[in-house]
């Protein structure tokens, strides 16, 4: 039998990686699944119908991630596929009164965590000639909104990074694709912007029908399966009810 692609999802425990997770254990992945809590991993890879390799650790623990990528078994270690997925917003403060810790923790998630994983499977992938590289952007890394701060220039350095990848990996048949949504409900992403406030969270989704999680491993899925010459550079992606604003102009 045909051994089965691998793809490897962090952030996997919940939100947009886990419904990625389950979208790829349909369309016939094995899965290497990482997140911080390995009792929320074993909950989903229980119900997927694929082998699965668990990675319980903080993604900003270098050495920790090294290891832990180092230790993958022979079974999953051709990885094909790398959902670059974790990342975190905290805040929506103006920068003059945004909590620096914040900005540090984005930083480090969203831009030197993704770097190094990308950093560690990439040789692989080049040494066997494929593999798609898919990375987890937003509309916050295009576009500006007050409070977006530094959580947009995380997803804006995502974006350049997805763009350079490309220009490096021309000639190795690897992929990669960014994908941008904007407003989506469904995930812990508000609730760990607002730290824990379940009232604020929900008045972000309030009457938005806001997309799904769902909605994101669909457009995942949909770059993964495309032809082997087609590379899906980046997907913007946002529910009907929300559309760029007009530019702001503050007058006296
Ligand atoms: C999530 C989209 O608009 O909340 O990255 O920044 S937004």
């Known amino acids: ?12 425990s919940t939100g947009f990686g886990a419904a990625i997770a389950t979208r790829l254990a349909d369309e016939g992945y094995d899965l290497i699944l990482l997140a911080r809590r390995l009792e929320k991993l074993q909950a989903l ?4 119908p694929v082998s699965s390799h668990l990675i319980a650790c903080d993604l900003r623990e270098q050495e920790a991630v090294r290891a832990a990528i180092a230790a993958i078994p022979a079974e ?9 997925n ?9 920068a003059h009164r945004a909590d620096w810790q914040d900005w540090q923790q984005m930083i480090d998630t969203n831009c030197t965590a993704l770097a190094l994983m990308t950093r560690l499977i990439l040789p692989g992938m080049v040494e066997r000639q494929k593999g798609h590289l898919v990375m987890m952007g937003s509309i916050a890394g295009a576009y500006a909104y007050p409070g977006g701060n530094a959580y947009g ?20 048949g690897i992929r990669v694709t960014n994908i941008e949504p904007g407003l989506v409900g469904g995930s812990e992403f508000s609730l760990v912007r607002f730290k824990g406030d ?8 309030k009457g938005a029908n806001a997309l799904q999680p769902e909605d994101i491993a669909e457009s995942v899925a949909w770059a993964l399966k495309q032809p082997k010459h087609v590379n899906i550079n980046s997907i ?17």
């Open 198 to 205: 379940v009232e604020k969270a929900a008045t972000v989704y």
């Open 45 to 48: 890879a229980e119900q997927l």
């Open 236 to 252: 913007e992606i946002m529910p009907v009810s929300q559309a760029h604003g007009p530019l702001a102009i503050h007058r006296k």
């Open 153 to 172: 220039a995380t997803k804006a350095f995502v974006e350049q990074f997805a763009r350079n990848l490309r220009a490096d990996l021309l000639g190795t």
């Open 1 to 12: 039998m045909a051994k089965r692609p691998v793809a490897l999802i962090t952030g996997a």
């Open 86 to 94: 974790a990342g975190l917003a905290l805040g929506l403060e103006p």
């Open 76 to 84: 999953f270690a051709d990885i094909d596929v790398l959902i670059n």
